[in-house]
């Protein structure tokens, strides 16, 4: 069953249909890629049959494959490309063609491997014009890297960035393709079956407003959201806004600190996140999980710019203006629809 329950109004779709069609249309483009580019002699996934129900899902020692490869590339820069994303942080399902993790390394991958990254800074923030989606500073392929593990917000779990811009100015990138929503607070939904429920459980009420056994988890634990984030948030909140602004917005706002926070300051100079989606996703409508979330995380920053976003077509469309590796804007065209 899908998450959305989000009444028509003012003439729109209903959201949940439109989230529906929009997975199965791409699931069945990669089933048409899955048999124009996978021979049937050979075992390369798990279930290879199509079905508009779900993606094509690679074996688990070929999930490489997943991942988009130059035609003419030579070894090294095969293993150049793959070693951005080592096994072990691969998320759980990189090996199914809908993991945004997979396609975020057959295009920023790639785009580092063949030192063209310099075309995303033509790339737009798509909430206002002018504004460049990856910061206006020029940066090289060392500067870059995927997978980026954060050790600066004293989490006791690492935040690991989906790419992330190294230098005096930082960029942290989030990519998204079919999901649905961002990562929210796991305290929240614990339960007394969880051995941490006693010590981590909460009940998002806003912290800045409550005491005692309602104060947030992550503090006692020494995590600095809090600390940091009255720097770049108005989180003050209300009586008539009790909630707290981590809950749902918890992987959005961690983004943000990852890259405004500096040598232990934070500040909007320091830095900005950027989201990267699929502008065919309903999620990210106004009206979407994603787009909401997006939206509340953006209006209670002190700095607008220090969220931004763009859509993967965006980025395939500099690419193809500045005719920047053609063999993988088609194969992104054939796969994706990007």
């Not at 995303?120 to 989606?133: H, I, P, T, Y």
């Not at 796991?186 to 409550?210: F, I, M, Q």
């Not at 749902?248 to 934070?266: G, H, I, P, T």
């Amino acid at each position: 069953m899908s998450i959305y329950k989000v009444p028509t109004k003012n003439g729109q779709g209903d959201l949940n249909s439109s989230y529906s069609d929009y997975k199965t249309n791409l699931y069945k483009r990669f089933w048409e890629y899955q048999k124009s580019r996978f021979p049937e002699s050979t075992p390369w996934f798990d279930r290879p049959y199509a079905s508009i129900l779900r993606p094509p899902v690679f074996l688990r020692d070929q999930a490489q494959w997943n991942v988009i490869t130059s035609p003419a590339a030579n070894g090294f820069e095969k293993q150049s490309l793959l070693e951005l994303i080592p096994k072990g942080e691969r998320h759980k399902w990189f090996r199914s063609m809908s993991s945004s993790q997979a396609l975020a390394q057959s295009v920023l991958g790639n785009l580092k491997v063949y030192n063209a990254l310099a075309v995303l800074s033509e790339v737009e923030d798509e909430n206002e014009k002018g504004l460049k989606a990856f910061g206006e500073l020029p940066f090289s392929s060392d500067q870059f890297d995927l997978e980026h593990k954060v050790t600066y917000l004293g989490e006791t779990r690492q935040t690991s960035l989906d790419g992330f811009i190294e230098g005096d100015y930082q960029v942290a990138i989030e990519c998204k393709l079919t999901e649905a929503e961002f990562g929210s607070c796991s305290r929240p939904r614990l339960t007394p079956k969880d051995t941490n429920y006693g010590s981590e459980h909460c009940d998002a009420t806003n912290p800045l407003l409550a005491s005692g056994a309602n104060r947030c988890p992550l503090i006692a634990k020494g995590i600095k959201y809090w600390s940091f984030g009255s720097a770049l948030f108005d989180w003050k909140g209300s009586e008539a806004d009790p909630f707290c602004p981590l809950n749902q917005n918890y992987q959005l706002v961690r983004n943000v600190l990852s890259a405004c926070v500096k040598d232990e300051r934070v500040s909007p100079r320091t830095g900005h996140a950027v989201v990267i989606y699929d502008n065919r996703n309903p999620a990210f409508r106004p009206d979407g999980k994603a787009g909401k979330s997006f939206n509340e995380t953006r209006s209670a920053l002190l700095n607008k710019h220090s969220l931004r976003k763009c859509s993967w077509q965006s980025i395939v469309k500099q690419m193809r203006d500045n005719r920047i590796l053609p063999w993988l804007i088609e194969d992104l065209a054939q796969k994706y629809g990007l």
